[in-house]
Nanobody, 115 residues
């Protein structure tokens, strides 16, 4: 079973920064679209940012200019640097991979932004 493992998360004050990291199998990180998703209470899971295998990056409008996604295919790592965080960024964050042969998720990590 494919496992994506993420680290990071926790509590931060509004305006602060956090960095999430995700790792997994080499073939996933070389060949699949990778992304960060989040799910707040009572809401659907939503895309935060994604990067395709060819390096094309997409951001949700609400995080543009504040969050930065990056992937390191040599180290099999995906990162999400979150700056100028807002209370509305509070959610459980997931690392996801969309591959030709299927989709995979990390276990999720809680990020809580307080005033």
């Amino acid at each position: 079973q494919v496992q994506l493992v993420e680290t990071g998360g926790g509590s931060v004050q509004a305006g602060g920064s956090q960095k999430l990291s995700c790792t997994g199998p080499e073939h996933i990180f070389r060949r699949c679209e990778l992304g960060w998703y989040r799910q707040a209470p009572q809401k659907d899971r939503e895309l935060v940012s994604k990067v395709s295998a060819d390096g094309t990056i997409t951001y949700q409008d609400s995080v543009k200019g504040r969050f930065t996604i990056s992937r390191d295919s040599v180290k099999n790592m995906l990162y999400l640097q979150m700056n100028s965080m807002k209370i509305e960024d509070t959610a459980k964050y997931y690392c996801g991979a969309l591959c030709d042969w299927g989709g995979f998720w990390s276990q999720g990590t809680q990020v809580t932004v307080s005033s």
